[in-house]
């Protein structure tokens, strides 16, 4: 088992592709080097010589010009072939060998016999000296396939250090290191600048195939047990027991031509990766998990490998020349492997659908746009321009609008309308009982995600979050509820991704927000409901208790008619809207000068600007402002002995400003230090402190004063300058 520990295969995988990596360069820059640029030419005889490195040892031939003849040999064009594959039968393949060891021999001389043509100078020829070649020189396809071939191993054992148990694992991690063998090895004779051993060519050529059909063959054993195993393991060897051989004949050149030989195998191998990949869809259809796996792993093949075959494999099977350089084709085999790791690791396997849908629409698209385009200037004999417009345009306005109908077809999923769902979060935190709300809340997350299973958890669940590969959806206590797991959304046909995670917790997010309002509004429901109680308790039935131990009609029809004002200030608050600052001074004014009246006192409150203030009082200042006046003129009627009172009430910078002057017989000190005597005066200046108002009582020469200071808006709401009084200590009566 300790074979098999993750670090032991990360380990051994990074040695391994060390070692791999070096090998291909070492045989790559080993052959003799001379230093040209070569391409073949349109004329069947000649060979063009583009360019020349400038520090290699031809520096000095002028290009371009053509290449006629290496010593003895006359150069051919099939002298450059890539892939000695291309070549309809093996007799030709053969001869290639040959003449590519007569040339390899050649340039292993120390000086080398160039036959060259060019328009300036005529014919010539000239000796160059080979060297060895440089980092510099190597092609940009070499690089590909040499980081193609270590990127797949890598990453198949990177895999296999995850799953090293897994039997899907290891034979993904055995296709990788399929596509680093034919890779690599193709990248060596395929970079090759004119030339290399035919002997070694035909091995490396071998190495090239067994790779190719080993990777296909991994391939299709991949899907024959993973997502689930359709076919017992030991029928695996049915798939070596097939194409072993046929690659063996290949090698032997048995097959009748090249392309049944070598072509025809991978195109066999390719067409059972598909028909292996559909089997699973169906069997797993009922299962999200794997479907989503299956999807991507089966979009990265078919897409990728079937990209190489259609533009490599299947021209030559139809005698025509490949579509691109096969030394770049193998990038495709790199993006395989970086999407079949994200499908066997299960990396984020819940949002795996959308890319492959994505991924496979795309690409979808830009086949179509190509093969629209192909048969506008084939059939029709259309310029390129115009052929390439109208595709546009055919793709735009046709396959773009299908993209939306599949999407909400087979990825999307219907759910209400955004305004829906706000309207239900609202209706979840408007519930009246908690039951309720819980109730709600779990009725919103089925009709958002359809899930099979709505479960309380344990847990401690902080945020919203996706486990088990995305079947189950976790929420934190919100509305009521406990932690909640949703499991298998749309009756498990789908899986939980990143979108829904995120929706999910926005609609957390709102409920929460709209909780807090809620409670804050039941907090200043009961804290007005106390209120409202506490001043029916302190006002009312304090004047009405007193009223039970009166002797005198008089004095009880006194207490009555003060309880009934107070009744009607604190029912006038609570029916109406916030009442103005005017209409409150006015009414108070009446009041006053009716009860005073009524005692023989005159009053004298002149009409100011203030009169006319439409500042809206809510209602607790309003309640303090006319209790605090009332009080201070039931004072005057009960004790003051005064014949006359003056009152003055102004607004400047949000505050309000009363003074009530008496000439009666003035306030006793010993009432002002707090005896029981003075149990209204006391009262008035707590009621004042209670809204950040200040009351200051005080003799004078000729009765008493009360300077009273409320504050009726708030401090932004006009001179900014203006400082919110503070409640000030003021002595207890």
Same mark, same amino acid.
């Given at each position: 088992?300790?074979?098999?520990?993750?670090?032991?295969?990360? !380990?051994?995988?990074?040695?391994?592709?060390?070692?791999?990596?070096?090998?291909?360069?070492?045989?790559?820059?080993?052959?003799?080097?001379?230093?040209?640029?070569?391409?073949?030419?349109?004329?069947?005889?000649?060979?063009?010589?583009?360019?020349?490195?400038?520090?290699?040892?031809?520096?000095?031939?002028?290009?371009?010009?053509?290449?006629?003849?290496?010593?003895?040999?006359?150069?051919?064009?099939?002298?450059?072939?890539?892939?000695?594959?291309? /070549?309809?039968?093996?007799?030709?393949?053969?001869?290639?060998?040959?003449?590519?060891?007569?040339?390899?021999?050649?340039?292993?001389?120390?000086? #080398?016999?160039?036959?060259?043509?060019?328009?300036?100078?005529?014919?010539?020829?000239?000796?160059?000296?080979?060297?060895?070649?440089?980092?510099?020189?190597?092609?940009?396809?070499?690089?590909?396939?040499?980081?193609?071939?270590?990127?797949?191993?890598?990453?198949?054992?990177?895999?296999?250090?995850?799953?090293?148990?897994?039997?899907?694992?290891?034979? /993904?991690?055995?296709?990788?290191?399929?596509?680093?063998?034919?890779?690599?090895?193709?990248?060596?004779?395929?970079?090759?600048?004119? &030339?290399?051993?035919?002997?070694?060519?035909?091995?490396?050529?071998?190495?090239?195939?067994?790779?190719?059909?080993?990777?296909?063959?991994?391939?299709?054993?991949? /899907?024959?047990?993973?997502?689930?195993?359709?076919?017992?393991?030991?029928?695996?060897?049915?798939?070596?027991?097939?194409?072993?051989?046929?690659?063996?004949?290949?090698?032997?050149?048995?097959?009748?031509?090249?392309?049944?030989?070598?072509?025809?195998?991978?195109?066999? %191998?390719?067409?059972?990766?598909?028909?292996?990949?559909?089997?699973?869809?169906?069997?797993? =259809?009922?299962?999200?998990?794997?479907?989503?796996?299956?999807?991507?792993?089966?979009?990265?093949?078919?897409?990728?490998?079937?990209?190489?075959?259609?533009?490599?494999?299947?021209?030559?099977?139809?005698?025509?020349?490949?579509?691109?350089?096969?030394?770049?084709?193998?990038?495709?085999?790199?993006?395989?492997?970086?999407?079949?790791?994200?499908?066997?690791?299960?990396?984020?396997?819940?949002?795996?659908?959308?890319?492959? /849908?994505?991924?496979?629409?795309?690409?979808?698209?830009?086949?179509?746009?190509? &093969?629209?385009?192909?048969?506008?200037?084939?059939?029709?004999?259309?310029?390129?321009?115009?052929?390439?417009?109208?595709?546009?345009?055919?793709?735009?306005?046709?396959?773009?609008?299908?993209?939306?109908?599949?999407?909400?077809?087979?990825?999307?999923?219907?759910?209400?309308?955004?305004?829906?769902?706000?309207?239900?979060?609202?209706? #979840?935190?408007?519930?009246?009982?908690?039951?309720?709300?819980?109730?709600?809340?779990?009725?919103?997350?089925?009709?958002?995600? *359809?899930?099979?299973?709505?479960?309380?958890?344990? @847990?401690?669940?902080?945020?919203?979050?996706?486990?088990?590969?995305?079947?189950?959806?976790?929420?934190?206590?919100?509305?009521?509820?406990?932690?909640?797991?949703?499991?298998?959304?749309?009756?498990?046909?789908?899986?939980?991704?990143?979108?829904?995670? *995120?929706?999910?917790?926005?609609?957390?997010?709102?409920?929460?927000?709209? %909780?807090?309002?809620?409670?804050?509004?039941? =907090? $200043?429901?009961?804290?007005?409901?106390?209120?409202?109680?506490?001043?029916?308790?302190?006002?009312?039935? &304090?004047?009405?208790?007193?009223?039970?131990?009166?002797?005198?009609?008089?004095?009880?029809?006194?207490?009555?008619?003060?309880?009934?004002?107070?009744?009607?200030?604190?029912?006038? $608050?609570?029916?109406?809207?916030?009442?103005?600052?005017? !209409?409150?001074?006015?009414?108070?004014?009446? %009041?006053?000068?009716?009860?005073?009246?009524?005692?023989?006192?005159?009053?004298?409150?002149?009409?100011?600007?203030?009169?006319?203030? %439409?500042?809206?009082?809510?209602?607790?200042?309003?309640?303090?402002?006319?209790?605090?006046?009332? @009080?201070?003129?039931?004072?005057?009627?009960?004790?003051?002995?005064?014949?006359?009172? *003056?009152?003055?009430?102004?607004?400047?910078?949000?505050?309000?400003?009363?003074?009530?002057?008496? *000439?009666?017989?003035?306030?006793?000190?010993?009432?002002?230090?707090?005896?029981?005597?003075?149990?209204?005066?006391?009262?008035?200046?707590?009621?004042?402190?209670?809204?950040?108002?200040?009351?200051?009582?005080?003799?004078?020469?000729?009765?008493?004063?009360?300077?009273?200071?409320?504050?009726? #808006?708030?401090?932004?709401?006009?001179?900014?300058?203006?400082?919110?009084?503070?409640?000030?200590?003021?002595?207890?009566?």
């Amino acid at each position: 088992m300790a074979l098999w520990l993750p670090n032991r295969i990360m !380990q051994g995988g990074l040695l391994l592709c060390a070692v791999a990596v070096a090998l291909t360069l070492w045989m790559a820059l080993r052959q003799p080097w001379l230093g040209l640029g070569l391409n073949p030419s349109s004329d069947p005889a000649l060979i063009r010589l583009v360019s020349t490195h400038p520090s290699g040892p031809s520096r000095d031939i002028a290009a371009p010009a053509q290449l006629i003849a290496v010593g003895s040999v006359i150069l051919e064009p099939d002298d450059l072939v890539e892939e000695p594959d291309m /070549f309809e039968t093996y007799e030709q393949t053969i001869r290639f060998l040959q003449r590519q060891t007569a040339l390899s021999n050649l340039l292993q001389q120390p000086g #080398v016999n160039l036959q060259l043509r060019s328009d300036a100078t005529g014919q010539s020829a000239v000796t160059v000296n080979p060297g060895r070649r440089p980092f510099t020189d190597l092609p940009a396809a070499f690089w590909v396939q040499l980081l193609t071939g270590a990127g797949a191993l890598l990453i198949g054992m990177f895999v296999l250090a995850l799953r090293p148990a897994d039997i899907a694992t290891r034979l /993904f991690a055995l296709s990788g290191a399929m596509v680093t063998l034919a890779a690599l090895s193709a990248a060596i004779y395929s970079s090759r600048e004119l &030339a290399i051993d035919g002997s070694s060519f035909r091995v490396l050529s071998a190495l090239n195939h067994a790779g190719s059909l080993g990777f296909g063959m991994a391939m299709i054993a991949l /899907f024959l047990v993973y997502p689930r195993r359709l076919v017992p393991l030991r029928a695996l060897w049915i798939v070596p027991a097939i194409f072993v051989p046929w690659l063996a004949a290949d090698i032997l050149r048995l097959t009748p031509t090249q392309a049944i030989g070598s072509q025809l195998p991978t195109l066999i %191998e390719m067409l059972l990766i598909v028909v292996a990949v559909l089997v699973q869809l169906i069997v797993n =259809r009922r299962d999200p998990r794997a479907r989503a796996a299956l999807t991507w792993l089966g979009l990265s093949v078919i897409v990728c490998a079937g990209a190489f075959v259609s533009l490599i494999i299947a021209p030559v099977l139809i005698q025509s020349a490949p579509v691109m350089q096969q030394g770049y084709a193998f990038g495709f085999f790199l993006l395989i492997y970086a999407g079949l790791s994200l499908g066997v690791a299960r990396y984020r396997l819940f949002d795996l659908s959308e890319w492959a /849908f994505r991924i496979g629409f795309y690409t979808g698209g830009t086949l179509l746009l190509f &093969a629209i385009d192909a048969a506008l200037i084939l059939l029709l004999q259309l310029q390129q321009t115009t052929s390439l417009g109208i595709a546009l345009l055919l793709v735009g306005f046709g396959y773009l609008p299908l993209r939306g109908l599949l999407w909400s077809r087979f990825i999307a999923n219907k759910s209400p309308a955004d305004h829906e769902i706000f309207r239900s979060v609202i209706d #979840v935190s408007l519930a009246n009982t908690a039951a309720e709300r819980s109730i709600r809340w779990r009725n919103l997350l089925s009709k958002l995600f *359809d899930p099979l299973a709505i479960d309380d958890i344990g @847990e401690n669940i902080a945020s919203v979050g996706i486990r088990d590969e995305g079947v189950e959806l976790l929420l934190p206590p919100v509305a009521d509820t406990p932690a909640l797991a949703i499991r298998y959304p749309w009756q498990g046909r789908r899986l939980f991704s990143t979108a829904h995670q *995120d929706l999910a917790r926005e609609l957390v997010r709102l409920l929460r927000y709209t %909780e807090e309002s809620r409670h804050g509004y039941e =907090r $200043g429901s009961t804290e007005e409901r106390n209120r409202i109680a506490r001043d029916l308790h302190d006002d009312v039935g &304090a004047r009405l208790l007193s009223g039970l131990y009166k002797t005198k009609i008089g004095d009880t029809h006194t207490v009555l008619r003060d309880a009934i004002a107070d009744i009607r200030t604190i029912v006038s $608050g609570l029916s109406t809207d916030q009442p103005l600052l005017g !209409q409150v001074i006015a009414a108070l004014r009446h %009041e006053a000068g009716e009860r005073l009246s009524a005692a023989g006192i005159d009053l004298n409150w002149p009409v100011t600007a203030t009169d006319d203030s %439409e500042i809206p009082l809510d209602y607790r200042i309003y309640r303090c402002c006319v209790s605090a006046i009332r @009080e201070t003129v039931s004072n005057v009627i009960r004790h003051a002995g005064a014949r006359k009172v *003056d009152i003055t009430v102004n607004e400047t910078h949000g505050l309000l400003h009363a003074t009530i002057v008496d *000439d009666g017989v003035g306030i006793d000190p010993t009432q002002v230090s707090g005896t029981p005597n003075g149990y209204g005066l006391r009262g008035l200046i707590q009621r004042v402190g209670g809204v950040n108002g200040t009351a200051i009582i005080r003799p004078s020469a000729a009765g008493t004063v009360i300077e009273i200071t409320i504050p009726v #808006v708030p401090r932004h709401a006009h001179d900014p300058r203006a400082a919110t009084p503070s409640t000030m200590a003021s002595p207890r009566v």
